[in-house]
């Protein structure tokens, strides 16, 4: 089976234009509407944060777990995350229960989540900085640990303890 | 000596903002970019001739006249004089 | 897309605090598109009997543009109109961020506010519900205070707020509206305009959705956009350094204003430059709205503030104008003006004007009331920023806006006023660009450069500019032949640009034609306008302003800049020796716009012609 990939989010890029959002909600529904994205940049504008935020694709999701109707799948080509909204009730527990808000409820109440678009995103494809990644999973890990490992350097320089190059 | 300044990411080719050379002189300004060109690499010439839009990415200046003003890539330097090679940003 | 989609226009009465709405109407958008242009249309048909700007009749005008809210590339653009109180004439104010789209996502595409409340409120909009809701507890906060308090007595840290400091509250003429904390609505006193009307905020919610023609299109434009932004190094630079790599372009021109514009250069500008601004205080990059080219920064500067910005204009109205050359005091000065709601560039031009007058011993001890404006003197800048908001001491007189101080000064004060129509001249020295210097004599707001903004006078070829406008002297920046039928073009596409609600980034030189516009309008509205057509709109905005300048007494006369630019040619740099008399120009441009070359007046002709 291929590796999958996943949706990485580097919130450091992130610059709150909301195009993720855009392009998703264009790409579902046709239409510019924050409501219907599936991904959501949640801003703290004093301090200059902006976190896009989507649902994670967990391997254990806990949205499956509690759902009551079985509405919740697994795409076995992208490895996603689905709602089946024919089984779907409406109850949105899911929504309490997914601990990173990846759930979106629309305005008609109806429990949208994001599905990775088949297997090409629009929000990593279109995102100006590559804030918003698809990439095979474990390379994403890697490239966490190389900015560690460069905030450790900067750390170490800063302390005069004659750090690495 | 012609002195060259760099307004924008050219200037990361050169590693100053400011530079001066004892060039042959009167040479056109082709000539110059040629020479700077051979000290910098490839990469001078793509960026120097870079389109933006409908026009140019940079605008060269020979003491503070537009070359397209004068004679284009043909334009002349002669020595002492000031050229600018500098982005076309523009705004406010 | 029909207008009715388009959004409605909400009228509302603060004097009887009720309001009412009605769609747009077909006429409406194809005649002005919207935004800007529509907004003018409203002030003209609105503003006849109008005497004072900051009384109750004058009215204050929200539009956004066209595409706004919509999948176009940077469509984050608002713009607010009224009779100005620092002209006395045509008056707007044009801000990005996220303050548009809301606007348009809660089904408006216009807000008309008249009269006056009794007493201190905020107009809370929420798709179709709005209120006129109790803001004295808010009266006196200054806009961080007052965005963070309206969220939270909504229960709603989404919404979108645009509103005004202690300035605005004040009347300082130059007052400037602020959304999104640091994006301001800027020029022209519009804050005074809402001070007036008791209005402290405007505060909107929509959950309506923006339905875009042809998404497949759109998603070609939006990848068109990424490729530029890849390509194109000018868009590059935008993306990374923002407009402070401004400060390196311009004095590398001689362009640049030092010391109220005594001097166009400043030898070594390295502590000024875009370069120290991305290393030493900016974290990251900003965008607005569906923007791909983020050219804006969050900085902090240390033990102080921080925040988003920075731009150039505040960099240099805040810096060498005013003599100071340390980003600690300019970006001191940048905060202070966000949250009291001061326009960078008028505040910083009456405290360099106050410097240089006083340096001449024309401001008498009255005035000055213990003060010492010195060029250089940071900390006194700042103190007197607050001096402005507050009209305390030498405050009162420079919170008139430099132009206004002179005219009470008398005694030749007015030589230094460096304003057009009471507006103050933006950062740069128009000797050194000849074509912007008739763009600001021109603009119907006072100075300006982005009524105008002649990018092409350096970065196009001959060939190219002979090709679109007939003549090769089009890009040179010293010439003055041409220069007339430029301006009056680039004014059209820029109406027209405006009037979408687009980033001037994007329109700079991208979308800069109207075949170009044309084809960006078409797969995002479904509404199909010919270039030429859009061209009549452009013509048409810009004789609509100057018809409500007319209507204000506005002549020839007021189309002039200061007279040391054409006294003092510029003395050092690149740009030494050069000065400006547009005179020829405008005559070129009169006769260009069809009005009469001794008034400047639209003929009766030109203006049928348009249906104005």
Not at chain 3, 540 to 548: G, L, Q
Request: proline content about 5%; overall charge neutral.
């Amino acid at each position: 089976m291929d590796q999958p990939s996943v949706l990485l989010i580097d919130i450091e890029k992130c610059t709150g234009c909301r195009i993720c959002e855009n392009v998703c909600s264009l790409s579902h529904t046709g239409c510019i509407d924050p409501g219907e994205s599936r991904i959501t940049v949640v801003k703290d504008e004093e301090a200059g944060i902006d976190i896009p935020v989507v649902c994670m694709q967990c391997e254990r999701p806990l949205c499956m777990e509690v759902c009551p109707s079985g509405a919740l799948g697994r795409d076995p080509d992208t490895g996603g995350v689905t709602i089946d909204p024919y089984r779907c009730i409406g109850c949105r527990m899911c929504v309490m229960a997914c601990p990173v808000g990846g759930i979106t409820v629309t305005k008609e109440k109806q429990v949208k989540k994001c599905d990775l678009c088949g297997g090409d995103p629009y929000c990593a494809k279109f995102c100006p900085t590559g804030a918003i990644v698809y990439q095979k999973a474990a390379k994403g890990s890697a490239g966490q640990k190389r900015k560690g490992a460069i905030k450790m350097i900067h750390l170490m320089h800063a302390q005069g303890s004659g750090g690495l190059p | 000596m012609v002195t060259v300044h760099f307004v924008g990411p050219i200037k990361s080719h050169v590693g100053k903002p400011t530079a001066a050379w004892d060039f042959d002189t009167p040479m056109r300004v082709e000539e110059l970019i040629d020479r700077l060109t051979g000290l910098y690499g490839q990469a001078f010439a793509k960026e120097v001739y870079a389109k933006s839009g409908e026009g140019f990415a940079y605008q060269i200046l020979i003491n503070g006249r537009n070359i397209f003003v004068l004679d284009g890539y043909r334009s002349e330097i002669t020595d002492g004089d000031h050229v600018l090679i500098s982005i076309t940003m523009m705004g406010g | 897309m029909t207008p009715e989609a388009a959004g409605s226009v909400l009228f509302v009465d603060l004097s009887e605090e009720s309001w009412s709405r009605r769609p747009l109407r077909a006429d409406e958008v194809k005649g002005y598109v919207g935004g800007r242009g529509l907004n003018a249309k409203f002030l003209y048909d609105l503003s006849e009997s109008v005497q004072d700007p900051l009384s109750p009749e004058n009215p204050l005008i929200f539009g956004v543009g066209l595409l706004t809210g919509s999948a176009a590339p940077s469509a984050c653009r608002y713009t607010v109109t009224a009779l100005s109180p620092l002209t006395g004439g045509f008056g707007d104010g044009n801000s990005g961020g996220f303050f548009g789209p809301e606007m348009r996502f809660a089904g408006y595409a216009h807000i008309i506010v008249s009269g006056r409340a009794r007493r201190p409120v905020y107009l809370h909009i929420e798709d179709d519900a709005v209120a006129i809701r109790d803001a004295s507890g808010l009266w006196g906060k200054d806009t961080w205070e007052t965005d963070g308090a309206i969220k939270r007595a909504l229960g709603d840290p989404e919404v979108q707020i645009s509103c005004i400091g202690p300035a605005g509250e004040n009347g300082v003429k130059f007052s400037c509206i602020i959304n999104n904390l640091t994006r301001a609505i800027g020029r022209c006193g519009m804050g005074a305009v809402m001070g007036s009307k008791n209005l402290k905020a405007v505060a909107v919610r929509g959950s309506g959705s923006v339905r875009i023609a042809h998404p497949d299109k759109a998603f070609e434009i939006l990848k068109e956009m990424r490729g530029m932004m890849a390509e194109d190094i000018s868009f590059k630079m935008f993306g990374t350094y923002g407009t402070p790599a401004l400060v390196d372009v311009y004095n590398s021109r001689g362009a640049i204003p030092v010391k109220n514009f005594q001097k166009a250069w400043i030898e070594d500008a390295r502590p000024l430059s875009g370069d120290l601004f991305i290393e030493k205080y900016s974290k990251k990059t900003k965008g607005c709205f569906n923007c791909m080219i983020h050219c804006s920064h969050f900085y902090e500067l240390e033990g102080s503030h921080k925040e988003e910005g920075l731009e150039y204009e505040s960099i240099v109205s805040l810096g060498p104008r005013i003599g100071v050359e340390d980003y600690p005091t300019i970006l001191k000065g940048n905060a202070l003006c966000n949250r009291y709601g001061l326009d960078t560039i008028s505040a910083g031009d009456a405290i360099g004007f106050a410097m240089e007058v006083h340096e001449k011993g024309l401001i008498p001890e009255k005035y000055l009331e213990g003060e010492n404006p010195s060029f250089g003197d940071g900390a006194g800048a700042l103190g007197l920023l607050e001096k402005i908001t507050y009209k305390k001491g030498l405050g009162r007189l420079l919170a008139e806006g430099a132009h206004g101080a002179a005219g009470i000064l008398g005694g030749g004060a007015g030589y230094y006023a460096m304003h057009v129509k009471g507006q103050a001249i933006i950062s740069a020295d128009p000797r050194a660009l000849r074509g912007w210097g008739l763009g600001f004599a021109v603009s119907s707001r006072g100075a300006d450069h982005l009524r105008a903004y002649p990018v092409v006078e350096y970065c196009f070829t001959p060939e190219k500019a002979e090709e679109i406008w007939g003549f090769r002297e089009a890009v040179d920046r010293s010439a003055y032949q041409g220069k007339g039928k430029l301006v009056k073009w680039c004014e059209d596409v820029r109406a027209l640009a405006d009037s979408l609600g687009l980033c001037k980034f994007v329109t700079r030189t991208a979308y800069l034609l109207p075949e170009q516009l044309s084809r960006l309008i078409e797969p995002v509205t479904g509404i199909a306008f010919d270039a030429k057509e859009l061209m009549r709109v452009g013509e048409r905005i810009n004789n609509t302003e100057k018809m409500v300048n007319v209507r204000r007494g506005f002549g020839r006369a007021h189309d002039a800049l200061p007279e040391r630019f054409t006294r003092e040619p510029i003395p050092e740099g690149p740009s030494a020796g050069m000065n400006i008399d547009i005179s020829q120009m405008l005559d070129e441009y009169y006769r260009e716009r069809g009005w009469d070359v001794n008034t400047g007046r639209p003929s009766p002709e030109k203006l049928a012609e348009l249906g104005i």
